[in-house]
């Protein structure tokens, strides 16, 4: 039987960084829901909410809705750089006759 409303299960777990774990879409929404109201009016959790509403109401992908919620609870994550990574080669490749 498929699962409809808040009872639908994300295709990955979230897990949190207090080792709670998500799986439904009605856990999302209660972590949501106690959060500070400073940090729910966040634009990434208001976002993360939106999806969360439109995965529940016009059924779309909980793919989505897990995206909004990992990018909010990942906000405040900088990207590091990564210095061993190949460099891409972005210019023209020379001809064989030039080599």
Do not use: C
Not at 64 to 85: S, W
Request: aromatic share 8%; no cysteine.
């Amino acid at each position: 039987m498929v699962q409809k409303g808040w009872r639908r299960k994300f295709d990955d777990p979230i897990e949190l960084p207090d080792g709670r774990v998500l799986v439904t879409l009605h856990d999302a929404a209660t972590y949501i829901t106690e959060l500070p109201k400073k940090e729910s009016a966040a634009p990434e959790w208001q976002a993360a909410i939106s999806e969360l509403m439109l995965a529940v109401e016009r059924n779309r992908p909980t793919m989505l809705a897990r995206i909004g919620f990992m990018q909010a609870l990942n906000r405040h994550k900088v990207r590091e750089f990564n210095p061993n990574r190949k460099d891409p080669h972005w210019g023209r490749r020379k001809p064989k006759r030039d080599q």
